[in-house]
Structure formats: structure tokens, C-alpha cells
């Protein structure tokens, strides 16, 4: 049984009647850049986050880059963040002239490892930015405490986490900036690229919404420059009808999460992450074959991957899944400080060890909510096997 990793098809094929009816409105609206369905979309929007201000834009990259702009973050500042993430919560970064400083992440919840952080600082640190990768909640307490300490300004990256839950408060609420990407294959998806910023504070929003418009307020005034960072009238609006299902689509993912646990939990030579392995020096040999992620007592996670660690023996599995008709992904292979055009920042592969490892042990699974249970069983049936003749 082939069980690919994301079928777009069956979510979006569900809903087919009423995303043709909001293309169909737009169209006749003749309003295709901002108005009324963005606006509508950006209300709803807030209102599923729990955030005062919600702020539609054109991709979750743009939102990190206009996040960093409206906090005034520039040359001759630092950034805190991870190196094991998505290439653009620092490029972002260097986008703006600012120096992105690469920290370590935790082996069990593939996060910001924030006492490494702590070490980093220096007096030119502006802001921290923790990713709360693959809808795992980053630890806000330890992020907030730094940030608090050194006067920080905190960008939430929940670019992968829009739902997900720091001691029941919505992750991207709790620091000056929260960050919202809808690429298609996130668990609230568009039909193309968009994003969203979402923040408690009023002047942030102001700014962030000026700057939105290439720093125009009112029309052909320019007090600051901007960029064009909108989000389009048809987006907001198939936005609009996916969102009411926004919940339902995490819960489906914890579903699969849960099943995917409680099987492969069972299987000889693997086991659960645990706290103390963010202890366990880099360089020691993992007993375990399969290592499956947790979530914090503190935290619920949004799982946009159900992702493993496969200690010396990823690639092999992944292989022996293709195999099989299973499909998966490596999320990601390189950490930010070994990419080429961070070079110039001096960063070794051994200065950051976990991030290092983790790049060559972590493969994702197939954890969209459309998966039925025997593609699911298939996929850990597909593993047990690996197990057994490895």
C-alpha cells in the first residue's frame, strides 16, 4: 500500500464547492488586494490565536522579515537562533544587515536549547527568535526568562505551530511577535503562499501594518521604507474557509501522532525521548535504533511531522521505506551554520554537535490528517520490519 507523505488533494478536494464559491466571490468583488476578505480573514485569524492583532501577509518568510524590520532590527545587531530549522528564520535575519548567531537545539523536542543561548549573548543582542519546529512548543518559559533578562525582543517562528500551546497559552502569543506561515503543505495550508504576523501589542501592529505597505501612511506618504508584503484578496478568502477546519486538521494530526507512538514504542531497540538526553554528550553512541519525539508536560503540539531519530542508520531506512511505497522527508539535512553562505560567520560543524547530529539522524513521516489507519499501520509495519533485519 503506498502511503505518500502529504496529499494536498484529499484536503483541498473535500472542501471543493466551497473554495470554488470564495474564488468565485472574489472574482466578481473585483477586489483582489487587501479589503474586505483580508480583513475578515485577519479578525478570524485573531480570534483562532487568541492575539489581539492579527496581520496578513504574502508568505511566513516575509512575515519573519517584516517582524524583524517593524522591531527595528538592522546592522550591527545580533539575533539569537537556532541552526537546526528552516533556512529562513536566519536568512531573515541577514536579509535586514543583522548577524544571525546559531545556537544549539535539543535533542528531544528538536528546539532552541536556550541555557546554550544564554551563552551567546553579547551586548550588540537584540532579539531571540525560537522556532517552534515541526508544531513542537518551544520552551517559552526559558525563552521569555533570557529575553526579560537581556531586554530582548522575542519573535516566536510558529511558522510550523499555528495551534500549538505553551501551558495552554497559543505559541506566537507570548513574546512581541508571533509568525504564521500558510505554505500548502502547513497544517492550515493555502492554495499558494501566505502568511500571517500576530502580536498583543498595538504599536508593533501599527508599524508592521505600515510597513506592510511599503511604509505608505496615508497614500504616497512614506515616514519609513517598507516593502510590498501583502497578502491577495483570494488567498485571505480560501484562507477563510479552511480555517474553520484548522482544529479539526491538528487534531487528526495528534491522532496519527498518538497511533504512531503507541506502535512503534513497542518495537525492540526503540524507545521515547527523554529529558535527560539533551544532557547525553553529543558524541556518545545511542544505544537506541528509533527514536520517537515527545511533547513537554508543558506543551501541546500541533505535530506538522511526526519526526524520529535514527541514530547511524536514517538513510538506510529511509531507503527500505521507498521501498516499501512509504513515503518521507529529512527535515533538515544541513544545520544553518554548515550552509555555504554562512561561511563567513567562522561557525564549524563541531560547535553546534547536536544540531550536527540531528541533521543526520531525523526523518519525518507521513502524519497529514487525511491518512486513514491502515496507511498508518502500514508505515509502522514498514519500521518493524527495518528493526528486525537490521
Same mark, same amino acid.
Given at each position: 500500500?503506498?502511503?505518500?507523505?502529504?496529499?494536498?488533494?484529499?484536503?483541498?478536494?473535500?472542501?471543493?464547492?466551497?473554495?470554488?464559491?470564495?474564488?468565485?466571490?472574489?472574482?466578481?468583488?473585483?477586489? /483582489?488586494?487587501? $479589503?474586505?476578505?483580508?480583513?475578515?480573514?485577519?479578525?478570524?485569524?485573531? *480570534?483562532?490565536?487568541?492575539?489581539?492583532?492579527?496581520?496578513?501577509?504574502?508568505?511566513?518568510?516575509?512575515?519573519?522579515?517584516?517582524?524583524?524590520?517593524?522591531?527595528?532590527?538592522?546592522?550591527?545587531?545580533?539575533?539569537?537562533?537556532?541552526?537546526?530549522?528552516?533556512?529562513?528564520?536566519? $536568512?531573515? %535575519?541577514?536579509?535586514?544587515?543583522?548577524?544571525?548567531?546559531?545556537?544549539?537545539?535539543?535533542?528531544?523536542?528538536?528546539?532552541?536549547?536556550? !541555557?546554550?543561548?544564554?551563552?551567546?549573548?553579547?551586548?550588540?543582542?537584540?532579539?531571540?527568535?525560537?522556532?517552534?519546529?515541526?508544531?513542537?512548543?518551544?520552551?517559552?518559559?526559558?525563552?521569555?526568562?533570557?529575553?526579560?533578562?537581556? *531586554?530582548?525582543?522575542?519573535?516566536?517562528?510558529?511558522?510550523?505551530?499555528? #495551534?500549538?500551546?505553551?501551558?495552554?497559552?497559543? %505559541?506566537?502569543?507570548?513574546?512581541?511577535?508571533?509568525?504564521?506561515?500558510?505554505?500548502?503543505?502547513?497544517?492550515?495550508?493555502?492554495? $499558494?503562499?501566505?502568511?500571517?504576523?500576530?502580536?498583543?501589542?498595538?504599536?508593533?501592529?501599527?508599524?508592521?501594518?505600515?510597513?506592510?505597505?511599503?511604509?505608505?501612511?496615508?497614500?504616497?506618504?512614506?515616514?519609513?521604507?517598507? #516593502?510590498? /508584503?501583502?497578502?491577495?484578496?483570494?488567498?485571505?478568502?480560501?484562507?477563510?474557509?479552511?480555517?474553520?477546519?484548522?482544529?479539526?486538521?491538528?487534531?487528526?494530526?495528534?491522532?496519527?501522532? #498518538?497511533?504512531?507512538?503507541?506502535?512503534?514504542?513497542?518495537?525492540?531497540?526503540?524507545?521515547?525521548?527523554?529529558?535527560?538526553?539533551?544532557?547525553? @554528550?553529543?558524541?556518545?553512541?545511542? *544505544?537506541? !535504533?528509533?527514536?520517537?519525539?515527545?511533547?513537554?508536560?508543558?506543551?501541546?503540539?500541533?505535530?506538522?511531522?511526526?519526526?524520529?531519530?535514527?541514530?547511524?542508520?536514517?538513510?538506510?531506512?529511509?531507503?527500505?521505506?521507498?521501498?516499501?511505497?512509504?513515503?518521507?522527508?529529512?527535515?533538515?539535512?544541513?544545520?544553518?551554520?554548515?550552509?555555504?553562505?554562512? @561561511?563567513?560567520?567562522?561557525?564549524?560543524?563541531?560547535?553546534?554537535?547536536?544540531?550536527? !547530529?540531528?541533521?543526520?539522524?531525523?526523518?519525518?513521516?507521513?502524519?497529514?490528517?487525511?491518512?486513514?489507519?491502515?496507511?498508518?499501520?502500514?508505515?509502522?509495519?514498514?519500521?518493524?520490519?527495518?528493526?528486525?533485519?537490521?
Amino acid at each position: 500500500m503506498a502511503v505518500p507523505l502529504l496529499d494536498l488533494k484529499a484536503q483541498n478536494g473535500a472542501l471543493e464547492w466551497e473554495l470554488k464559491s470564495a474564488f468565485e466571490r472574489v472574482l466578481r468583488s473585483g477586489h /483582489f488586494i487587501l $479589503g474586505p476578505e483580508v480583513e475578515k480573514f485577519e479578525r478570524d485569524l485573531a *480570534k483562532f490565536a487568541r492575539a489581539r492583532h492579527a496581520l496578513g501577509v504574502s508568505s511566513g518568510t516575509d512575515a519573519l522579515l517584516l517582524a524583524l524590520m517593524a522591531l527595528g532590527i538592522g546592522p550591527g545587531d545580533e539575533v539569537l537562533c537556532p541552526s537546526f530549522t528552516f533556512f529562513a528564520t536566519a $536568512g531573515c %535575519v541577514t536579509r535586514v544587515g543583522a548577524k544571525p548567531v546559531f545556537c544549539e537545539s535539543s535533542p528531544v523536542t528538536f528546539n532552541l536549547d536556550v !541555557r546554550d543561548a544564554a551563552r551567546r549573548v553579547t551586548p550588540r543582542t537584540r532579539a531571540i527568535i525560537p522556532v517552534h519546529l515541526f508544531g513542537q512548543p518551544a520552551d517559552m518559559d526559558a525563552v521569555l526568562a533570557l529575553a526579560k533578562k537581556h *531586554k530582548l525582543f522575542v519573535i516566536e517562528d510558529a511558522a510550523q505551530a499555528l #495551534g500549538a500551546k505553551w501551558r495552554e497559552r497559543p %505559541v506566537g502569543t507570548l513574546g512581541d511577535f508571533g509568525v504564521a506561515s500558510f505554505f500548502p503543505t502547513k497544517n492550515l495550508g493555502a492554495l $499558494g503562499d501566505a502568511g500571517a504576523l500576530i502580536t498583543q501589542k498595538e504599536a508593533h501592529y501599527e508599524r508592521a501594518r505600515i510597513l506592510r505597505v511599503h511604509g505608505m501612511e496615508p497614500k504616497y506618504h512614506h515616514q519609513f521604507v517598507g #516593502g510590498n /508584503f501583502r497578502i491577495d484578496a483570494l488567498q485571505a478568502a480560501l484562507l477563510s474557509v479552511k480555517l474553520t477546519r484548522a482544529s479539526a486538521y491538528n487534531a487528526g494530526r495528534a491522532r496519527h501522532a #498518538g497511533h504512531y507512538t503507541a506502535r512503534l514504542s513497542r518495537l525492540p531497540g526503540a524507545r521515547l525521548a527523554m529529558r535527560g538526553d539533551a544532557r547525553m @554528550a553529543s558524541t556518545v553512541k545511542e *544505544k537506541a !535504533r528509533l527514536i520517537l519525539p515527545i511533547t513537554l508536560p508543558e506543551g501541546t503540539a500541533i505535530w506538522n511531522q511526526y519526526t524520529v531519530r535514527v541514530p547511524g542508520k536514517r538513510d538506510a531506512l529511509r531507503a527500505h521505506l521507498t521501498a516499501r511505497g512509504v513515503a518521507s522527508e529529512i527535515y533538515y539535512p544541513i544545520p544553518l551554520h554548515e550552509q555555504a553562505c554562512f @561561511a563567513s560567520l567562522g561557525a564549524k560543524p563541531e560547535d553546534l554537535p547536536w544540531a550536527h !547530529r540531528l541533521a543526520g539522524e531525523v526523518l519525518s513521516l507521513p502524519v497529514y490528517p487525511e491518512l486513514h489507519d491502515g496507511q498508518v499501520d502500514e508505515v509502522c509495519n514498514a519500521i518493524a520490519d527495518f528493526l528486525k533485519a537490521k
